[in-house]
């Protein structure tokens, strides 16, 4: 607790500065009611010059959230509270707001965005769906375009045109993942002019702790499509489906990791009639078998993903919609389809990946709302550099948190819940019941139907009707399952007579992996002041206490007591759900900290390549920049082949084959009788004579064009297959890990390794094309005299 106390006070200090200053806009405001619209909407070019002319931005904090707080109020009838003002100021500081639902979270974003899109280098305010975009940007982009400013949209779709246009924006509203994507295709464009993306500067992002915390282990990919054996995955399928865990396989299922057992090769290699799995020739059906097993495995129908027109949709887990478009790379999302039955696509190859973490990292200025962040503010702290500040509500929040109620089975909590639903619907009072996935919301359902009681049913298979079921959901006598209510968008607004009844109760039926998703859940009821209730009412055979119970779970179930019903005795079941989530945060923390180490030495790697595409087309000669980056490799190559202690006739060849192709004349098996000292002599001829034809050669613009074409190809095709081995690389690890070795100094040391190899091949075959480039040119040249 001693921890605590400086933090509290450095926050109260903070807050107090943050009232001195909406103190001051408030004194201001009948100075900005009193402009007309014109000299209102002149602020704006005012702004910009005392900023060009040296004005510190945080200087006209004051003015211009008054001027927006003015527009707000003339353009929407829309007057920013003082709290939503206080949450703006914490924002443009590059920090989280903590809001809970229904402070309007939406409008406390215009005021720092405009501030900081004076400034000239772009504001992106990134949410996290398409309807969330489109209608930010209609709303509250109306505000920015009445002073003047740009307001552009980003989301699936666009053409290139449209996209250039939406990123040279003043402020650019858009979905976060089609952002990631736009950085991923600009870094797979062929021409520099094709880029849409401008230098990052300031990003505030709606649900932060959704999309920095909760997306933070899942990549962005793009993928090219390659013909897989469509037969290999029907076959692996049916020998994973035989596979029982502890004799085929473990399964850890707080980290989700598989590994087979003994048993598991054994039955693997009778099967294909192979002597050893781990060979080298075999890695692809070891690949194709670890796949199949973890889709049967991890993966579960109606929680992970659901089968819909004969085709596997994902399901998010954070928000439970399906996540159209999305699919699984590396052949996991074909042994799904396998698993199931289904007609297997084709795999997708990775071709550019990045994650989440590594992409909002680009930003010098990041910041964000949501309505839970101080459960993970150490990790925002740790990982993103930003400070988590809790904003006071707008009104007191009334709503009534009742105590977590914990039965020993599935089946006493869910008779629980039908009472407690039927206490409350039959009053009158609108019941919202909250669901981990889709599996579990059906099975609400049924025991609802037994009940005789009717409800609407809210999940990834019902997402096209989620505006019209959440504005229902406040109503008298309603009743709504929903899975997963983190970042809906939508409030939910109480019926006529509702809040006269206790306004709406909220049930969870599964505590979270997070404390924070159980907030969100609570959240939902007692906004903006109203009356509420929210409870929990959970089971000892949860997902949760099951996974994460921990070693000696059984023991201590044993040691339970409960009364008639199955209900755990409250100090009992407050206690075993504490550790439990504890637990549970704490393996998400950890496999988001290895995960972060392992995509950070991707996102290293993948930055020395993007770099050198950028200088490739940024080059109006990138035939003599090219030669540069490849002049002393053939020295390089020979030098460090003279330093190995033994070498044997298969090393030479591949040397006089390397050579052979950078070089002008070539070198035949008397070159390596020659003296060391003769050799390197030779070679460094050779350099020189490489240098004197490129720079007394005046190539055409097309054929510049054409070699950083085939250069940029090169780069690529280098780079797809880097990431394979990668991947597979990873999967080694993590087995390794059982054997005490660190994984993620494994992936470290051993990616460094494979990178610089990877790159050494990508230097000589860059090389090989503009040497045979020119002897092409040159005797095309001679062929002409």
Not at 469 to 488: D, E, P, V, W, Y
Not at 496 to 513: M, P, Q, S
Not at 695 to 700: K, M
Request: a negative charge.
């Amino acid at each position: 607790m001693k921890k605590s106390k400086p933090n509290d006070k450095a926050l109260r200090k903070q807050h107090k500065h943050y009232w001195k200053l909406v103190e001051r806009m408030n004194k201001l405001e009948p100075t900005i009611q009193a402009l007309t619209d014109d000299e209102l909407k002149q602020r704006t070019q005012i702004f910009k010059e005392r900023i060009a002319a040296g004005a510190a931005i945080n200087e006209l904090i004051v003015e211009s959230f008054a001027v927006v707080r003015e527009a707000s109020r003339r353009v929407l009838g829309l007057r920013h509270f003082d709290v939503q003002l206080l949450a703006g100021i914490s924002l443009f500081e590059g920090n989280i707001s903590e809001m809970p639902t229904g402070e309007g979270k939406t409008l406390v974003a215009s005021c720092p965005s405009y501030l900081r899109a004076l400034e000239g280098k772009g504001v992106h305010v990134i949410t996290v769906n398409d309807y969330l975009a489109r209608r930010d940007h209609e709303l509250i982009g109306q505000i920015h375009e009445f002073l003047g400013l740009t307001v552009g949209l980003n989301v699936p779709g666009l053409t290139p045109a449209e996209k250039h246009q939406a990123y040279q924006s003043d402020i650019t509203y858009g979905v976060g993942v089609e952002f990631g994507f736009d950085y991923l295709r600009d870094n797979l464009a062929y021409d520099i002019k094709q880029k849409v993306q401008r230098p990052y500067y300031y990003a505030i992002i709606d649900e932060i702790d959704s999309v920095l915390i909760d997306e933070a282990r899942t990549p962005l990919i793009i993928a090219g499509k390659t013909e897989g054996s469509k037969g290999l995955y029907k076959i692996c399928a049916k020998v994973a489906h035989g596979f029982r865990e502890g004799e085929h396989f473990t399964y850890d299922a707080e980290l989700k990791l598989v590994s087979l057992a003994d048993e598991g090769i054994n039955k693997i290699e009778k099967t294909f009639a192979i002597d050893n799995l781990y060979d080298l020739e075999h890695r692809v059906l070891n690949h194709f078998m670890m796949q199949a097993i973890r889709a049967k495995v991890i993966f579960a129908k109606d929680v992970d993903y659901i089968v819909e027109d004969s085709l596997i949709k994902l399901v998010d887990m954070n928000t439970g919609r399906i996540m159209e478009g999305r699919t699984l790379s590396d052949g996991l999302h074909q042994a799904i389809e396998a698993k199931e039955g289904l007609e297997t696509t084709e795999i997708n190859r990775v071709q550019a990946t990045i994650t989440i973490q590594n992409y909002y990292s680009k930003y010098p200025i990041l910041s964000g709302m949501t309505g839970t962040a101080k459960t993970e503010e150490t990790e925002f702290q740790k990982v993103y550099g930003t400070e988590v500040k809790v904003i006071p509500t707008n009104k007191p929040i009334i709503r009534e948190d009742k105590v977590d109620q914990l039965y020993l089975t599935k089946e006493q909590k869910y008779n629980r819940i039908v009472e407690e639903v039927k206490s409350s619907h039959s009053i009158g009072r609108p019941v919202l019941i909250g669901t981990t996935s889709i599996l579990q919301s059906e099975q609400v359902a049924e025991y609802l139907t037994d009940a005789g009681l009717e409800y609407e049913l809210l999940n990834a298979k019902s997402v096209e009707q989620e505006v019209r079921l959440i504005s229902l959901a406040g109503q008298k006598h309603q009743i709504t399952i929903a899975t997963n209510m983190a970042g809906r968008g939508t409030d939910i607004m109480l019926g006529e007579g509702v809040k006269e009844l206790g306004g709406l109760h909220v049930i969870g039926t599964e505590k979270h992996e997070s404390r924070r998703i159980d907030n969100q859940l609570k959240g939902r009821s007692g906004r903006q002041g109203d009356p509420g209730m929210s409870q929990f009412i959970v089971s000892v055979e949860d997902d949760l206490f099951v996974r994460f119970g921990g070693e000696h779970f059984e023991k201590d179930i044993k040691k339970l007591k409960t009364d008639a019903t199955g209900l755990v005795k409250e100090k009992q079941a407050l206690k075993l759900i504490e550790r439990t989530q504890k637990i549970a945060e704490g393996s998400h923390y950890q496999i988001r900290e290895i995960n972060m180490k392992l995509e950070g030495v991707v996102y290293d790697q993948q930055k020395v390549i993007y770099q050198l595409r950028d200088e490739l087309m940024k080059q109006t000669e990138p035939i003599e920049y090219l030669y540069q980056q490849v002049a002393t490799l053939p020295l390089d190559l020979l030098e460090n082949y003279l330093r190995q202690p033994e070498v044997d006739e298969e090393q030479q060849r591949y040397l006089m084959h390397q050579l052979n192709q950078m070089l002008l004349h070539t070198v035949d098996e008397d070159f390596f009788k020659l003296e060391e000292e003769a050799m390197l002599d030779y070679i460094k001829e050779q350099q020189q004579a490489l240098k004197t034809a490129f720079t007394e050669t005046d190539f055409r613009a097309e054929d510049q064009k054409r070699i950083r074409q085939t250069s940029l190809m090169l780069a690529d095709r280098q780079w797809v297959l880097h990431l394979d081995d990668l991947t597979r690389m990873k999967e080694g690890s993590n087995i390794r890990q059982y054997e005490q070795e660190d994984p993620t100094q494994i992936f470290i040391r051993e990616g460094y390794q494979l990178f610089t190899e990877m790159f050494t091949r990508l230097k000589v075959e860059l090389s090989a094309n503009i040497v045979s480039f020119y002897k092409q040119y040159n005797e095309a040249m001679k062929g002409r005299d």
